[in-house]
């Protein structure tokens, strides 16, 4: 392989860094595909004593190519793929593929075929944690971010990719556990926040504040942050003593304990 074919394979691969997927990091960043392949790889390659009687390599190797299809279709979050989506996605990833050099052709159509097989410790060890990565994720992200049917799909996913390993299993129940204890902790604070909305008020100098902000012509002020707060678009999260809600440009910051409305500006 000459190095200018080199590059072009990674000018490819490097578009995965863009392409983001459905889930957020703990600090509300949209991940990409590149970072969440990195992370599945180092879950294998952490595995390497837990599983002596798998090619460690291998799945390294698998889970380092296992989205490249994303660089020509993006990112589809897995409860909505379709099968028509796969098929393009592997259509044009095999176009791709068959257009590189034969030492890295023939490497990467044998990693794929295994993969797609399912039917060796390795392959089906990447699709694991594939999938436990993005389980992973989501329980560090804020709940506020998870889409509405995640938080029963979280509490199933993936189950019956790791029945084929003690380890695995056990590895699924504590982020199972995570799950329940990051939704029994999180959502009901939210849904008391909500609840609470009645007695939502703020000062006559928070008032002319907000107007000024935000450039409303409003009499009611309270009023308007609290149309806003109960939007079914509105993303809500708490950081420390503060309620921040993020709705069509705007956030407004809530005093958690007092429900005092402190401010409210374009963002």
Known sequence: MNTRVFLNILHIAERLKDTPRHCTTSKRRVESVAEHSW???????????????????????MCLIHDLGECFTGDIPAFNKTDQDRKIEDDLLNEWVESLPKEVLDYMKALYTEMNDQETKE??????????????????????????????????????NVEFSEWLME?????????IDKIESEKPDIQNFMAGLD???????????????????????VFWCRQKI??????????????????????????????????????
Request: charge should be negative; charged fraction near 30%; glycine fraction near 2%.
């Open 199 to 221: 007695v939502l008020h703020t000062t006559n100098m928070g008032a002319e504040r907000i107007k000024k902000n935000l450039n409303l012509d409003c009499d009611d002020v």
């Open 123 to 160: 392959s089906k060890l990447y699709k694991a944690l594939d999938k436990l990565e993005a389980l992973i994720q989501h329980n560090e992200s804020p709940i506020d971010t998870w889409s509405e049917n995640e938080y029963e799909l979280n509490k199933t996913y993936a189950f019956e």
């Open 39 to 61: 992370r599945v790889a180092l879950m294998a390659s952490l595995l390497r004593n837990e599983l002596p009687d798998v090619d460690i390599d291998k799945v390294v190797n």
């Open 171 to 179: 590895l699924r129940k504590d982020i199972l556990r995570d799950t």
């Open 230 to 267: 109960m939007d079914k678009d509105a993303v809500i999260s708490r950081q420390g003593k503060n309620w921040y809600i993020k709705i069509y440009g705007y956030e407004i910051t809530v005093n958690a304990k007092s429900y005092t409305i402190i401010t409210a500006h374009k963002i």
